[in-house]
């Protein structure tokens, strides 16, 4: 972690009784509808970084990294942080999460389906570049649920990510780990 984000307060950090889940509109659910921009999150949500460091880490053209950067910041998803110097002496323009995408119920509801699998395909592309040996626990099962059943779980395996994410600042010195968890319903 850079000291430029050191000092930085994450809105994701607010205490879980003044964050409340809530249905992503059409401008947010369109913005976190491509892997790229969500992996951009990711990487922000760590750090303040530029437009090329960004575009750098992603192995991505600088153009098309700021136009998903753009589109992030329109939705209310990233943010300039402060201005600073580069190591060159140029001034950079960081960018930063707001956090405002965890509180989103269903982001990727009623979009079409490329769209709700871009949080999969980014938690690959994150995956591959970690490397095998990156993985602390892998589960995957099936399990015979009711409609209520899995909303039930849904619920709890939510409540727990979100004490994690709202306390996340008091363990900021500690290694980084991602994760992502997927409930489906399978065909018979």
Partial sequence: MSDQSKNRQPSTQAPPEARQRRPATAREAKALSHPLRLRILRLCGLDELTNKQLADRLEQDPGTVLYH???????????????????SG????????????????????????????AP???FQEELREAGPESISTLARF???????????????????LDEYISTDD??????VHGGIVVLHSLRP
């Fill in 120 to 122: 999969v395909e980014a």
């Fill in 170 to 175: 008091e363990r900021s010195h500690l290694p």
């Fill in 69 to 87: 950067v753009r589109q992030l910041v329109n939705a209310g998803f990233l943010e300039q942080g402060d201005v600073r110097t580069g190591t």
């Fill in 90 to 117: 140029a001034l950079e323009k960081p960018y930063r999460s707001t956090g405002r995408s965890w509180w989103l119920s269903d982001a990727l509801t009623g979009t079409e389906s490329d769209a709700a699998m």
């Fill in 142 to 160: 099936t399990l015979h649920l009711s409609p209520d059943d899995a909303r039930v779980l849904d619920e709890r395996l939510q409540e727990l």
